[in-house]
């Protein structure tokens, strides 16, 4: 029976270490996860706090965004760039952070924030925050371009190359709600643009008779004539004033492509008209 009872005492002190040993190893486990989250979040902080400190370097002067490898500190209450590289580690151990400028173009950069730091003796961690920035000191420039060309498959519109003389914006093309067939006339092959663009909008300028029934809508698409047509105005009967409608065009957009078509429909009372005074895209570039 003593044999016996110092068998059991022996497996009991083991299955006692195998469930200590578990609970310490998930303690430790969960400690070492807990730390790391904390750790990532404060990286997290200090690096997007680089890309901030950047912009207001950027704001003071586009000069001092000078291509390489910077440290940060505060002088006079302004962030400035000073050496290669920054010691962070009062907050992470061994951290440093760096801020690195790249050029993509006159007025253009590419900002990557690098927070580094040691873990643990065998466990290094980074984090990398990356952004770009633009000189906004340096005024858009724009580019008009038109359409040269218009079909008029119903023949109830007027010459529709009067439809399209910015910036004048005097003379119009006109078109009846008595059309039997739709669209009533297509304006297409675009003057092709000799700028590379940072947006581009397509705008169209008409007024309008109001109809007892009678409608007109506009649509374009930039796949071409035949290809699938987005809504700028909807079918309406309402009379307008001097009115601008746009729609945001893929700064890419190829314009041999880009195709607008007005419809109308009579359906009873006297004749109405909407009246076509501008058609063109604006492209905005950098000079």
Same mark, same amino acid.
């Given at each position: ?54 912009? !207001? ?9 000078? $291509?390489? *490898?910077? =440290?940060?500190?505060?002088? &006079?209450? /302004? ?60 005024? !858009? ?9 218009? $079909?008029? *498959?119903? =023949?109830?519109?007027?010459? &529709?190359? /009067? ?73 309406? *009967? ?50």
């Amino acid at each position: 029976m003593k044999g016996q009872s110092l068998i059991e005492l022996i497996i009991a002190i083991g299955i006692f270490i195998v469930i200590t040993s578990a609970l310490a190893v998930f303690v430790l486990d969960s400690y070492v996860a807990g730390r790391l989250s904390l750790e990532i979040t404060k990286a997290d902080f200090l690096a997007e706090e680089g890309v901030e400190a950047v912009s !207001s370097i950027r704001d003071n002067s586009w000069s001092n965004l000078i $291509t390489g *490898s910077h =440290g940060l500190a505060i002088s &006079g209450g /302004r962030w400035v760039f000073q050496g290669n590289s920054e010691d962070i580690g009062d907050q992470l151990r061994n951290g440093t952070r760096v801020i690195e400028i790249e050029n993509i173009g006159q007025y253009r950069k590419k900002i990557t924030s690098r927070v580094n730091w040691q873990f643990s003796e065998t466990r290094p961690e980074e984090v990398i925050f990356v952004s770009y920035l633009t000189n906004w000191r340096i005024v !858009s420039q724009i580019e008009i371009r038109k359409p040269t060309r218009s $079909t008029d *498959s119903a =023949g109830r519109t007027t010459n &529709g190359a /009067r439809a399209y003389d910015y910036p004048d914006g005097t003379t119009w093309a006109s078109t009846r709600y008595d059309i039997t067939r739709d669209p009533s006339i297509t304006f297409y092959t675009w003057q092709l643009p000799t700028k590379t663009y940072t947006s581009l909008v397509l705008k169209y300028r008409y007024h309008a008779d109001g109809g007892n029934n009678d409608t007109y809508a506009v649509a374009y698409s930039t796949t071409g004539c035949t290809g699938s047509f987005t809504v700028l105005i909807s079918p309406t *009967s309402a009379a307008a004033p001097d009115t601008t409608v746009s729609a945001n065009l893929p700064i890419n957009q190829d314009l041999s492509r880009l195709c607008l078509k007005i419809y109308t429909r009579r359906v009873g009372g006297p004749t109405k008209r909407l009246y076509t005074r501008d058609i063109w895209i604006e492209g905005s570039y950098l000079p």
